[in-house]
Nanobody, 127 residues
Framework: EARPVESGGDSVQVGGSLTLSCTAS????????MDWYRQGPGNECELVAS???????YYADSVKGRFTISQGHTENTVYLQMSSLKSEDTAVYYC?????????????????????WGQGTQVTVSS
């Protein structure tokens, strides 16, 4: 099981920046993509960003222009750089290793059986 581990969650002020990291112990590059999901209080699970083995990226409309997903020097590390943070960005952020056949953007529950999920890291944005 390629369970990823997230880090970097913190409490920041509105307009601030934060970078989350995700490292997977095992990761089959060609068969998977690495995703960042989040779930805020009372909200559904939301795909924030995704990066494929070819470097292609996806961003939710709510974070375009503010968040950047990138791979580290090793293929099993992914970062999520977040800037111009808003209070509505407050959520538990999950890293997920997802098979490429899972449709990007489909409605999902965080922690479902389609991906290998991390334990989550809390991001709190306050004014």
């Amino acid at each position: 099981e390629a369970r990823p581990v997230e880090s970097g969650g913190d409490s920041v002020q509105v307009g601030g920046s934060l970078t989350l990291s995700c490292t997977a112990s095992e990761f089959t590059v060609d068969d998977s993509k690495m995703d960042w999901y989040r779930q805020g209080p009372g909200n559904e699970c939301e795909l924030v960003a995704s990066i494929g083995s070819d470097g292609s990226t996806y961003y939710a409309d709510s974070v375009k222009g503010r968040f950047t997903i990138s791979q580290g020097h090793t293929e099993n590390t992914v970062y999520l750089q977040m800037s111009s943070l808003k209070s509505e960005d407050t959520a538990v952020y999950y890293c997920a290793i997802t098979p490429v056949w899972v449709v990007t953007g489909m409605s999902r529950s965080c922690g479902d059986g389609l991906s290998d999920w991390g334990q989550g890291t809390q991001v709190t944005v306050s004014s």
